[in-house]
């Protein structure tokens, strides 16, 4: 019998944050290792440019994530990892998954609504098609299983929607009712404010870095709250990395507890800086290893995209 298929991905914004690798990226990881999927991921580079950015920083984001994915163990002989924006049979599906979605079902999308008033002067289309377009990366690959953190799901069930209405107007049975896949951390949460999510757009002090050096992890922590919540957050991250702690979490002692954690983070995450910086410096490499997935995954979107438009009419 086929394997499920797994598809997923990360925006090129900035470092990948604890909160990224708890949620999705260590799920990612899981799933290769299982070697019960076919697994796709892909650098979200067109959802990306729905922010403010300028497209020097994006280049060099899209490289840096890439250094992170193969990294921190994502493994091409296992996965397929490209570069979203290179296989355009996707916008091709978001065109057609735009006509059969009702504007209202964009409208009460959380992110949406969150990202339209963290940048009031650029709420463009692609910000509020985000949800059609991510509907389209996974769909046009079969996926059915999602694995993202908690803020995602209202979006991997418009990607549901999207599957049973095309199913439906065009009384087909093609695409699959794709389901989230979270974690057992699917929201880890700011350091300085725990009501919030960790998140980059909160600001680097938010977050913690997965390629940060053991310093600076261990400065952001001093500084990280310690009010009810707060503690909550760094006992998850503890128990989380609970066998590189070389100490017991003590509430009444946090200025020594955070020195434990950082510790602890810094030897998990040892191997894969080192690896990064290797892969930082090796540009070339990278890049045909990208080149390889975009050739893997385009013999699947272009199969598929024609299969799509015989069912829709337009071949
Ligand atoms: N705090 C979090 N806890 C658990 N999971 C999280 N994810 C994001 N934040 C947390 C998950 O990480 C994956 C990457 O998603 P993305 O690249 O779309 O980034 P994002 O969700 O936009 O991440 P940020 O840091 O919150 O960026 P901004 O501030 O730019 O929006 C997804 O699976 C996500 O669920």
Redesign the pocket.
Known sequence: MAKPIIV????P??KI?L??Y????NNWLSIQKSDKYESIFFI?DY?SIT?NYSAEEKRQQVFDLACTYLAIGLNTEKSIIFVQSAVPECTELTWIFNTLTPIAELQRMTQFKD?SERQEKNINMGLFDYPVLQAADILLYDGSLV??????IQHVELTRDAARWFNNKYKANYFPEAKPLLTS?????SLLEPAK??????GEKH?LNIDEEPEEIAKKLAKAVTTPEGVANLKLIYDTFKEQMTGDFDENKMGETKKIIAEGLAKHFADFRKRKKELLSQPEEVAKILEAGRARASVIAQKRIVEIKKIIGVI
């Open positions: 997923s991905g990360m925006q914004t900035g944050h909160g990224n708890l949620g999705a990226l979200a959802h922010e990202k694995p993202v953190g908690e803020d995602q951390c699917p929201r880890l949460m999510k960790m998140s980059k757009s909160l977050c």
